[in-house]
Structure formats: C-alpha cells, structure tokens
Nanobody
Framework: QLQASGGGLVQAGDSLRLSCAAS????????MHWNRQGPGKEREFVAG??????YYADSVKGRFTISRDNAKNTVYLQMNSLEPEDTAVYYC?????????WGQGTQVTVSS
C-alpha cells in the first residue's frame, strides 16, 4: 500500500515536498517512482530511485530531487522552482518482483 501526501496550491517559483509512505517489509528492495498526470495530459514519469541510483524526466531535471528513507519506508520528491506546467496529480509507484504498484495521487497546483 502506498500513501502519498504533501500536495497543495503554490505559486510559481515555490517549493513543495511530496511524501509517499509504503507498507511492506522489503521496501528497501523496491524501485520507487513518482509519476504525474496533468489536466488533459497522459500520465508521465517524473523521477525514480533504485538503490543509490536516481533518474529524472528531462522536464524536472535540476529542479526536483527524489530520495528515500528506508527506515521510515518513505520516498520523497522535493520540488523546487515549480512552474505552472508542473500542475498535476502526482502518484508514487513501486516496482517489485515484476509488478508495478500504484498509490493514490496527491494534487499539486502551481499558479502563475
């Protein structure tokens, strides 16, 4: 089970940190992703973390940072320099054992 939180309404240039708490005793072995779906857009990959490796969509590289705290079974997405184009529902997801698990989303709205 994945529980995302931390969304909200902010202005362009502001920052937000999203959190995603996961259940499961083998959380540290999961690759964790953040994806998003903007209004009228398809769902897209934002950022991922697997072991010590992180990877990002070009659109957020340099502005967003994904991290995890395995002791808390939580993955984070620090979002800086937010832009109106970042407005979306953000979803965390876990890749484990050949399966892909989605959490519920959290809304991020960036006003200009």
């Amino acid at each position: 089970q994945l529980q995302a939180s931390g969304g909200g309404l902010v202005q362009a240039g502001d920052s937000l940190r999203l959190s995603c708490a996961a259940s499961g005793r083998t959380f540290s072995s999961y690759a964790m992703h953040w994806n998003r779906q903007g209004p009228g857009k398809e769902r897209e990959f934002v950022a991922g973390i697997s072991g010590d490796s992180t990877y990002y969509a070009d659109s957020v590289k340099g502005r967003f940072t994904i991290s995890r705290d395995n002791a808390k079974n939580t993955v984070y997405l620090q979002m800086n320099s937010l832009e109106p184009e970042d407005t979306a529902v953000y979803y965390c997801a876990a890749a484990a054992g050949g399966a892909y698990y989605w959490g519920q989303g959290t809304q991020v709205t960036v006003s200009s």
